[in-house]
């Protein structure tokens, strides 16, 4: 993108401002799920389809909600992370429609910054 600094305004070029095609649509859970081994992580499906997964030391939990979860206005994917006593966990959470492929990459990148105690 070409911007003219020198004229007041906004400026730039017909190919910065041509239509770009992005990922659309909900995808494959089993790129997110497929994530998680038996050996680290419990898995249930409840009578709702809904998929929960947590860490053995029940600190990690990740939760895939198809129709949408419960109480919520279309929250599909819910991570949360407990914290210690001096440093407080976090959460994340992506829509029904949000690419699997994106959710894959946000656990992948959680998983690959933790470790054993």
Do not use: C
């Amino acid at each position: 993108m070409t911007v003219d600094v020198a004229r007041p305004g906004f400026s730039t070029t017909v190919e910065a401002l041509r239509l770009r095609r992005w990922r659309l649509g909900p995808g494959q859970p089993a790129l997110v799920t497929d994530q998680f081994g038996a050996e680290e992580f419990n898995l249930i499906v409840d009578d709702r389809s809904d998929v929960h997964i947590g860490s053995k030391d029940g600190r990690f939990y990740l939760g895939w909600f198809p129709t949408g979860r419960s109480g919520t206005d279309g929250e599909g994917w819910r991570l949360s992370v407990t914290g210690t006593a001096t440093v407080p966990g976090y959460h994340v959470s992506f829509d029904i429609e949000t690419p699997a492929e994106i959710v894959a990459a946000t656990m992948a990148r959680v998983l690959a910054t933790s470790w054993p105690v």
